[in-house]
């Protein structure tokens, strides 16, 4: 997934002289997760550069600059840094466009590493999509595979909006996968059907793919028929899709590492409500974190999702 | 300029006393006449334009606005600095800058009566909205900024804040950033003396706001606000280098918000009668007129004239505003993304099939 990142932004800032990459370390040493490497000598230090160390700055300036016609990319090291910002990022990111009537739209990428699972210090392991995704005039998106990693930010980095592009750190370096060399995108608010089934449905997205991949093991076993779907677009999202599929299978689980209450899980739930209503076999499951902080990396097995955990919640759905 | 009035030497550089006498030749810039009264009457109008709003606020006319009065020079400066290319980046309090760059009265109106379509700003270039969440707007200055630099065009940047909001971290991270990356951005700081109801000593123990720009590695200058020559010359200069390529600068504009800070707020609650009257002593107006009628270039009889001709004008403007219509459904939804999302659309749709249902209601 690094590799595919690196080649999304490759390609764009080759194709297109408007496209400013610049954020905490990504410069000559291109970034901590090395997603930038290699990119500032082939474009230079006004295109591909370190900021200083301030979040609002970063976002502060990418508005600025989207202002006068840039399309800036910038990174923030860890989604738990991105609060510093958020006064840009909701205040002014999102607004512009809206305030201005059209005339200064936000052609923004905000990119993210999120997630836990790889044992880190504090703040480096959250999921905080739905924050993102309730604030008008932000796009979200997560992709799972280096093949939607590299399609969607091509797509974010074409946008005219601003997107928030969240990439599942956990995964980086987890899967291999042959990613087309040509540019190519991925539309935004389209979810992929991963496997076809007939018995529930699974949403899920990010590193929490490869959980309910590891849990159809299990209901092959048992005999139980998965429909997984990724769902890569947090905002605007694929209802359609989503509704679709649980007029067919009559049940609904949705996987997510991010707080339940309030959450995606809880929107897909009502999404179901509204669009499946008779359809429907069995109460909608969330299968997510608690409400609570993510602990620290010894206590951290308690809060992520597991193939197992997945597993047992399925089991039960399709009993219900 | 910048080394003699270096922030460190703790000089205010004021060219006019409150006499409308020149205090300093040195620096006094060779203006042609036209141009002196052309400020002078600029500042009339926006001055004019203030009073008549807050009257209409009182009528329940308009909702809240924030008053200039005090402050004029500045923006009438500033106003007359700024090219057509240039880029004006408002905080909210900056009305005849506004004016100079093409804004329309009209639309400042529509604005604080609550139409988005008021910050358009159909025949000005390179403006942004006015910026509520306080500082955060001189990010977007040197955004900007980087851009002229990466373009290698020919404009600068003016970015205004007040006083309260030097004490945000964004006016940190911005003048840090622009320091860093050498950016053709000039920050006008309107020291007016108070963020809403509280005064600038509480803001910072810092001996004035120029002096931070040392710190950061940028120019800076304490201005007197009130003295229009010297904003002209100051804002003059720092713009010159920045087209220069020499970077950013800080200029802060000493004045006093002699209004409310917006037409909520009370100031008799939190000062003396006896500091606005210290104050009025160096009202812009004033110190210009006075300028004015020692060289014979204006009398008080064409300003009886020309306030009642902007008063006319103002009424004309905000009548038509008045008058701008309903807000379309539309407008809530439309300028959210380049194409609308599917749920918003429905969210539209299920408002629209209400209306009617409520309209057969009747």
């Known amino acids: 997934m690094v590799n595919a990142i690196n080649d999304a932004l490759d390609i764009k800032l080759k194709d297109d002289d408007s496209v400013i990459v610049y954020g905490e370390d990504v410069g000559v040493e291109g970034g901590v997760f090395r997603i930038t490497e290699g990119l500032q000598k082939k474009y230079g230090a006004d295109r591909v550069f370190d900021s200083p160390l301030a979040e609002s700055g970063l976002v502060g300036t990418a508005v600025g600059m989207a202002a006068a016609g840039l399309r800036p990319v910038i990174e923030m090291q860890f989604s738990g840094f991105t609060y510093p910002g958020f006064n840009q990022i909701i205040s002014h990111a999102s607004r512009m466009r809206n305030r201005s009537r059209g005339k200064y739209p936000m052609p923004i990428v905000i990119r993210m590493p999120y997630g836990g699972g790889i044992n880190a210090l504090e703040h480096h392991s959250e999921s905080t999509e739905a924050i993102y995704a309730q604030i008008p005039g932000l796009k979200v998106v997560i992709p799972s595979t280096p093949h939607d990693a590299k399609g969607l930010l091509i797509s974010a980095i074409e946008s005219n909006d601003t997107v928030i592009y969240m990439e599942p750190k956990r995964i980086y370096r987890a899967i291999k996968q042959e990613v087309p060399e040509e540019k190519f995108s991925i539309p935004f608010g389209k979810a992929n059907i991963l496997a076809k089934g007939n018995d529930v449905t699974v949403v899920a997205y990010g590193a929490m793919i490869r959980e309910v991949q590891k849990a159809m093991v299990l209901a092959k076993e048992a005999g139980i028929s998965v429909e997984l779907i990724d769902l890569r677009s947090i905002y605007p999202i694929d209802r359609d899709t989503i509704a679709e599929s649980v007029r067919k299978t009559g049940r609904i689980i949705t996987v997510t590492e991010s707080p339940r209450s309030f959450g995606v899980a809880s929107e897909i739930t009502q999404i179901v409500t509204e669009d499946a209503f008779l359809h429907l076999e069995a109460p909608p499951k969330r299968v997510t974190g608690f409400d609570t902080i993510v602990p620290l990396a010894k206590g951290e097995h308690h809060y992520m999702q597991s193939g197992e955990k997945i597993f047992y919640e399925i089991e039960k759905t399709v009993k219900y | ?362």
Request: aromatic share 12%.
């Open chain 2, 1 to 362: 300029m910048f080394k003699e009035f270096d922030p460190l030497k703790k000089k205010t550089f004021r060219l006019i006393d409150n006499s409308g006498k020149v205090i300093n030749t040195k620096w006094f810039p060779d203006l042609p006449n036209e141009n002196i009264v052309k400020a002078y009457k600029d500042m009339l109008f926006a001055r004019t334009a203030d009073m008549q709003t807050v009257s209409y606020q009182r009528q329940g006319r308009i909702y809240t606005y924030p008053p200039n009065y005090g402050q004029e020079a500045i923006a009438i400066a500033a106003g007359q600095v700024m090219r057509k290319e240039d880029w004006m980046v408002p905080a909210f309090r900056e009305l005849g800058a506004l004016l100079a760059k093409g804004v329309s009265l009209k639309e400042v109106f529509l604005y604080f009566m609550g139409y988005e379509d008021g910050s358009i700003y159909k025949d000005a270039h390179h403006v942004l909205p006015m910026s509520v969440p306080i500082a955060s707007q001189l990010l977007h200055g040197v955004g900007i900024g980087y851009e002229i630099k990466y373009r290698k065009k020919d404009e600068v940047v003016f970015a205004f804040v007040g006083d309260g909001g030097t004490s945000e971290g964004d006016f940190h991270e911005a003048v840090n950033f622009a320091g860093v990356w050498n950016v053709p951005v000039v920050f006008i700081v309107q020291n007016n003396q108070y963020g809403i109801s509280t005064p600038f000593r509480m803001q910072t123990a810092s001996d004035g706001i120029a002096i931070k720009s040392v710190a950061y590695g940028v120019r800076g200058i304490q201005v007197d606000g009130n003295d229009y020559f010297a904003m002209q010359v100051a804002l003059s200069e720092a713009a010159k280098l920045a087209r220069e390529g020499k970077g950013a600068t800080l200029i802060e504009a000493v004045t006093y918000r002699k209004g409310a800070h917006t037409t909520s707020d009370d100031p008799t609650k939190y000062r003396t009668k006896e500091e606005e009257m210290e104050w009025d002593k160096t009202d812009p107006l004033i110190r210009l007129k006075k300028y004015l009628k020692s060289k014979k270039l204006f009398t008080d009889k064409e300003e009886d004239k020309l306030t009642e001709q902007y008063k006319k004008e103002v009424e004309r403007q905000f009548i038509e505003a008045e008058n701008y219509g309903p807000y379309p459904i539309e407008d809530v939804f439309q300028y959210h993304y380049e194409d609308m999302p599917q749920d918003m659309a429905a969210q539209k749709n299920d408002y629209e099939r209400f209306l009617k249902w409520k309209e057969a209601r009747k």
